[in-house]
């Protein structure tokens, strides 16, 4: 893989568009830029990344809300200024497909629009835009031939790689680094392969499925049942004190209470309370004497009611008959009817009047009797509706309602006299003050503890209930996994398969391990310059390294080791080189047998009296100075790339950090001319200085210098690199 150019807009401290061409010609592979530390020369390398990767370059799988956010922070401020935000990076690779370089052309833009940033990513190749299809194909390609994690081994910074190498973890990362460049990762396809097809309908996938999902589950029940005793342990701890709380409020409210101590809300609500009571209370002594005023003489008479009202409306029927009586009689009525008589051919008129008069004057005797009646009151109409109205609020008088009221006065001035006490006993303001503001802390508490515990028995429940789910998933998914474990014979063969392919990359390992062993040490003596400063190297199949030094041992010191730090030990000391030498000089095949020779004849007399063996003394990592580890790891880095056939772009941040003077212009002339078909090395004025400078000018392509305008608050490019003294 090459880098052709990148150009970047408004990335970073890159304002505006700024062209970098990074093209090599034959022996001229390095690419130098120069800048001070915080000219922009990492964020080159980020923008690099990301053109290429996309969200993987943050170790994301997609476009998701952290992505665009990593993105929005990578946007120049400047360009946030503009009315129209944008920013792209572009970046021009070649790539071999079926033997011939290809050149493609990668864009990712991105517009900040309505608060949104939105991100379109083109693909060219050989100058024709890829359709969505043959982009998926070119992306999966690019990851195959250069995956990110592969794409951060080649850049190689020189201030932290040592203490990165200083941690367990580089292991994994190196032989990470080995499997994919030398393609052994075909293997685990292989495996794969095996799998899916050894069946047949993709069980044994869906076995291998079942069988982590089983797994998983398992993981997460018992991760989820630990989460869950912690929980609990959290809510009985969160329940006791939340209880003190409660109890140390309620002892202290009891003995509040106990001295007959009333709160200043409760003394407003007594005090409302006494005036409610006292009101009412006034209301039934109006009501009473209003009763005593006018209804009392009244119920005395309440027995002859009923007779007064009979008579009364006897009398009122009396005076009505005599009324219509005296209109009725036969001399009103012969005036009345005088000229209607004949002319209705009534002859014996003055006979018919007095007839007609008294049928009509009998008809109106109903229930009276006019002759025997006598009037005892003989009163007139407004007297009798005043004697009715009397007569109406005497019947419905009720006794009851007049022995309520006063019974309901006496309770409401017992009530009013223990308010009136317990106001009377209440505590000083500056007492209740106190009080106040104990209980109101205490109070406080108890709801933050409440709080907490809600909370946690909310997710305790969560927890019981998805605790609940997993075992119900784990069930019926161990049945599952017990059935079609039955139904795969094949799996034998694919497990016999893996094995295979296991010790074929174990194998194939091996020899790349003694290939990058022996490459790293012949390099790294080659720019040291050190006789018998590291001997040997030594890759364990994990890919950790250790360092020997040649050293010779007699049969007493040998035997000495054996007794004083053990077999296990003295291996470490010496290698695996050594313990083999040893086995072979002593002709046994094992450590403890070793040790029995050794055991004994110590303390005799024996054929190896004097005999010395040449044997090794690791050499601790940490043991090396800073310098020194920088050139093994560029060695080490040096052999892994020689050992793979691999061409792809080194870039090397602050290449001498820690290197002296006296290796750095070996490492320029032999090691950055070499190590790769791209170099682009990023320095300071303090690395590659003009002696350098000319040393690396033979094998310069391109170079540039980065400045950062302080005032302008950007990165300024510009062609040639101004370390370099009168040579540049």
Not at 196 to 216: K, N, S, T, W
Not at 540 to 563: I, M, N, T, V
Not at 609 to 637: C, M, N, P, V, W
Request: net charge negative.
């Amino acid at each position: 893989m090459r880098i052709d150019r990148i150009e970047l807009y408004n990335i970073s401290s890159y304002s505006g568009a700024h062209t970098l061409d990074f093209t090599v010609k034959g022996a001229r592979n390095i690419i130098l830029i120069g800048g001070q530390n915080g000219t922009g020369k990492t964020s080159l390398f980020t923008a690099i990344k990301l053109a290429l990767y996309g969200p993987l370059c943050f170790r994301f799988q997609s476009k998701n809300n952290q992505y665009t956010a990593r993105v929005k922070e990578l946007i120049s401020h400047d360009a946030f200024a503009q009315e129209k935000v944008r920013a792209y990076i572009e970046i021009g690779i070649e790539l071999p497909r079926d033997g011939v370089m290809v050149q493609y052309t990668i864009r990712r833009a991105w517009a900040y629009e309505d608060q949104k940033l939105s991100e379109q990513d083109f693909v060219w190749e050989n100058g024709k835009l890829l359709e969505d299809q043959e982009l998926d194909f070119f992306q999966n390609y690019l990851y195959h031939v250069i995956p990110p994690n592969i794409f951060d081994f080649f850049f190689f910074d020189g201030e932290e790689i040592a203490g990165f190498f200083s941690s367990p973890s580089y292991r994994s990362y190196l032989k990470e680094a080995v499997l994919t460049l030398d393609h052994y990762d075909t293997f685990d396809l292989i495996q794969k392969f095996c799998r899916r097809y050894a069946v047949g309908e993709d069980e044994q996938v869906r076995a291998q499925q079942q069988r982590e999902e089983y797994e998983a589950v398992c993981n997460e029940l018992d991760q989820a049942d630990t989460v869950r005793q912690e929980r609990a342990l959290r809510i009985g701890e969160l329940e006791a004190r939340w209880q003190q709380c409660i109890q140390e409020r309620m002892d202290l409210e009891s003995k509040f209470q106990k001295k007959g101590g009333i709160l200043q809300g409760e003394q407003d609500i007594l005090s409302k309370q006494l005036a409610v009571l006292e009101r009412r209370r006034d209301q039934i002594n109006l009501s009473l004497k209003s009763f005593v005023e006018e209804m009392d003489a009244l119920v005395l008479t309440a027995p002859v009611a009923g007779r007064l009202r009979k008579q009364l409306a006897l009398e009122q029927k009396m005076q009505q008959y005599r009324v219509v009586a005296a209109q009725l009689s036969p001399a009103r009525m012969q005036d009345a009817l005088s000229g209607l008589l004949p002319e209705f051919g009534v002859e014996r008129g003055e006979e018919f009047i007095q007839s007609l008069s008294r049928v009509l004057t009998d008809s109106l005797k109903t229930g009276i009797d006019p002759e025997h009646f006598t009037f005892l009151h003989d009163l007139s109409q407004e007297q009798r509706d005043m004697v009715g109205e009397v007569l109406t609020r005497l019947e419905r008088f009720q006794r009851e309602g007049i022995v309520r009221q006063i019974e309901e006065k006496d309770s409401l001035n017992q009530k009013a006299a223990g308010i009136r006490k317990t106001l009377e006993s209440a505590p000083s303001a500056e007492e209740l003050r106190a009080y106040e503001e104990k209980i109101a802390c205490l109070k406080e508490a108890e709801a933050q503890f409440q709080a907490s515990l809600e909370a946690e028995r909310q997710q305790e429940e969560e927890y019981a209930g998805k605790l609940e789910r997993l075992e119900g998933r784990r069930k019926s998914l161990r049945v599952a996994l017990v059935g079609a474990t039955r139904r795969i014979d094949a799996l034998q063969y694919t497990e016999r398969i893996n094995v295979m392919m296991q010790d074929m990359v174990s194998a194939l390992l091996a020899r790349k391990r003694r290939e990058i062993e022996v490459e790293t040490l012949r390099l790294s003596k080659e720019i040291l310059r050190k006789e018998h400063f590291i001997d040997l190297i030594e890759l364990d199949e994990q890919f950790g390294f250790a360092l020997y030094r040649q050293q010779p041992y007699s049969f007493e010191e040998l035997a000495a080791l054996f007794s004083n730090i053990g077999a296990d030990d003295l291996a470490h000391r010496i290698g695996t080189r050594g313990v083999s030498a040893l086995l072979g000089y002593f002709q046994v095949d094992s450590v403890a047998s070793l040790k029995k020779i050794f055991r004994r004849e110590k303390g005799q007399a024996t054929l190896y009296d004097g005999k010395t063996f040449a044997l090794y003394k690791r050499i601790e990592f940490q043991q090396l100075s800073k310098g020194e580890k920088q050139i093994f790891i560029l060695s080490l880095y040096w052999a892994i790339i020689k050992a793979s056939g691999r061409d792809i772009p080194f870039v090397i941040d602050t290449p001498f950090a820690r290197i002296d003077t006296e290796h750095r212009e070996q490492i320029a002339e032999k090691m950055f001319p070499s190590i790769s078909g791209q170099v682009i090395i990023l320095s300071t004025d303090e690395e590659i200085t003009p002696p350098y400078y000319s040393t690396l000018r033979p094998y310069i392509a391109q170079e540039y210098t980065l400045t950062y305008n302080e005032q302008a608050g950007q990165t300024e490019v510009s062609p040639g690199y101004s370390f370099g003294g009168s040579n540049a």
